[in-house]
């Protein structure tokens, strides 16, 4: 594939770790909005700079109900020209 549409869930070698999220408000408020939901928390922030897609903040957010469990993987990047983009996947589902 030429072109992703976004940053993959895992980091690429060109990326930077960031260890201070603090120029990541924009996507912190995104996932705020995701992980306010009922029984939802946030289990893993990392951020990181690319030069390709700009500021990357990749988050799992685990929302349980009952015994169940399901997992949805957030990505956030903030490119300079594009502007903020967001995909959300699930990574793991509620068993029906």
């Not at 549409?5 to 895992?10: C, S, T, V």
């Not at 109900?65 to 997992?71: F, N, P, Y």
């Not at 990505?75 to 903020?84: A, K, L, M, Q, S």
Request: proline share 8%.
């Amino acid at each position: 594939m030429d072109r992703l549409p976004g940053p993959p869930w895992l980091s690429t070698a060109g990326e930077q770790v960031v260890a201070d999220g603090s120029a990541f408000n924009d996507c912190k408020t995104y996932l705020s909005v995701l992980s306010s939901r009922p029984n939802a928390e946030v289990l893993e922030e990392r951020f990181s700079h690319d030069p390709r897609w700009g500021d990357i903040l990749r988050a799992k957010v685990v929302t349980t109900v009952g015994e169940a469990r399901a997992t949805t993987l957030f990505i956030c990047w903030d490119n300079p020209v594009t502007g903020i983009h967001v995909t959300i996947t699930p990574e793991t589902m509620f068993p029906y």
